[in-house]
């Protein structure tokens, strides 16, 4: 433990020149007695440091007393921290060990790196929930994640569309895709073949196994998730809608599509009137009903005949009910 903190007061002043004790104590969460032993140790064991008195002063490194790290070009020091995702590393437990690393890397770098690294860190942040979203900060998220890396199985009750059920999984990695959590696992004992995903905020339960598995070979977690996100949209949209819209309706209908929806879309060129034909796929009549409703007469539904029978009803009984509400207000 301590060691850990020796190297971090080191590296806290090769970053940041003079730093006050007080400052070093907070950081370290450790009193200033501890700190002043601590900065007598450093000095012992050869490391340049020594106080500056008065108002401004503190404890700093003997000029050009540094650690370098070499090979890096300027766009790799800087892209090494745009790839510091703060959040998600706060979520799996590793906020600190993120600040860390990115303060040992910060002061290892050569002094003409290191302003632009500071400036991508400055200038770049990462919000990945949509808007008028939150982010899933599942509890049991750090424990998954200790488990995908130890590679130990888990026992879990998880609650999908259908019904609870209790699994025991090989947990293969971690995916966070809009401000939500998913693990990639394989059933241990259940013989029903390869990976699936589950969506971690729907696990009730969890308890780690002490029981270790070895990873399929080949199994690469990124390939997964894209050939499964594929699938997964193929199988959602089975009906194509045909719909005409104004050039208003088009502009809103191409900024609320899905991108499975939006690559898939076909649009005519336009009619007499400035309307245009689109084709899409849409996930069923009902989902597809309430997304076109707030088209209002921008959009008019052509096909198929049920979707368009469904939006009839749907409006027909929007104005009855405000009729209802004007008689109200009459009398």
Known sequence: MRASRLLSILTTLQARGRVTAQSLADACEVSLRTIYRDIDALSAAGIPVYAERGAEGGYRLLDGYRTRLNGLSAREAEALFLAGLSGPA????????????????????????????????????????????????????????????????????YRSWKAEREWRVDPLGLVLKSGAWYLVARAADRGEGGARTYRIARILELDPCDERFERPDGFDLARYWQEST???????????????????????????????ARAAMAIGAPECDGRRRVTLPVISVGEAAMDFLRFGVDLEVLEPPELRARLAAMAGQLASLYRVGEERTAS
Request: glycine share 6%; net charge positive; hydrophobic share 55%.
């Open 90 to 157: 706060a979520d799996l437990g590793l906020g600190a060990a993120m600040a860390a690393a990115q303060l040992k890397l910060l002061v290892a770098l050569p002094e003409e790196l290191r302003a632009g690294a500071e400036r991508m860190r400055a200038c770049f942040h990462l919000d990945a929930p949509a808007w008028f979203a939150e982010g899933e900060q599942p509890a049991c998220l750090p424990v998954i994640a200790n488990a995908v890396w130890a590679q130990n199985r888990l026992r879990m009750r």
């Open 230 to 260: 594929r699938r997964v949209e193929t199988e959602m949209y089975r009906l194509d809608a045909v719909v005409r819209v104004t050039a208003a309706g088009l502009r809103l209908l191409e900024r609320l599509a899905t991108p499975h």
